[in-house]
């Protein structure tokens, strides 16, 4: 008997750790996450060496790899031994070479195609542990930035010719695009089911599209009430990124505040300043307990989006922090820098001596 339900006893926290209901118990709803404690966010490393001035970072959780686009050219590469630093990640990168010119933006949805667009208006597609091209579009016009979508089989990007493109990357072939934007377009994202998509522009027009008909939805403009008879002052739309689950995104902008707007009804939820300087880059901790802003201003500020409070500043950089990302299941941040560096920065707990 003792044996039988020790049984039992397994298998129920097996069904249980797979979030399958056991005996009427409510199952566990979305993935679970290790804990974090943002409030006590450190710097653990700082790789050097970058062959240029660091302008995008994107991180593959299921390939454990790192990589961030630099102003010489080239993308640089960093596994989980760097990552964890059990290795120091200065002058052990792995690089790509394929644009003539810097790369402006990367865009991955972490599975086995990595996309790539520089100022030589090529996106490349590459097997990111392989460091093979597998596929190459030119376009037309000047590309800012793009985005992939959760499945990896669309990208979608924003340019000078105010058009937001879209693209199949199986076929490497146009899918449509997408036009209301006056201004060029600097920001584009998915949302997490990939049926909506989100561009800003140079004059803070932000637009939600539904991807599937490819029309547009609504206008997420944040627009705080100015004084009375005072026009509003257009501010670009500099960074994007959608919550997890959906109901609201981030937008960064020019002046340095980051703004939260409802997906469903395009309202203001709130605005958050702090940076003195243009946001570049934004990111929600993949449990959406935690937002992150990168900035000219040479820092990170972490954010709790719930009420907008202000948690920490990260400093360190030494000149404009282009982008940041969550890695190692939202333990680790990592960021990248004109300063040629890239920064590794630990949310956990310290450990107890």
Known sequence: MAIKHALWLLATMVVAGFGLSVNGQQPVKGPVFPPINPAVARLDQTIGG????GFAIAYGEDMDLLVAACDTGTIQGWKKDVLLGIRNGTGSANKLRGHE?????LAWNGGKVLA??????????WSPLEGVISK?????????????????????GGGEDYFVHLWDIEAAKPKGKLAEHAEWILAVTFSPDGKQLASGDFKGKVLL?????GKKIRELTPRPMPPPKVPPDPVRASALA??????TIAIGAGDGV????SVGDGKLVRSMPGHSSAVTGLAFHPGGTLLVSSSRDRTLRLWNPQNGAAVKTL??????VEGVVFTNRGTRLASVSADQTVRLWDLTDPPKK
């Open 242 to 247: 959608f919550a997890p689950d959906g109901k």
């Open 101 to 105: 010119g810097p790369v402006l933006s």
């Open 136 to 156: 190459t579009i030119t376009s037309e016009h000047p590309i800012n930035a793009i985005a992939m979508d959760p499945d990896g089989k669309l990208l979608a």
């Open 116 to 125: 790539s667009v520089g100022a030589d208006k090529k996106i490349l597609f």
């Open 315 to 320: 400093e360190g950089h030494e000149a404009w």
């Open 209 to 213: 599209w539904d991807v599937t008909e």
């Open 50 to 53: 970058l062959d240029g001035p």
């Open 258 to 261: 980051v703004h939260l707007v």
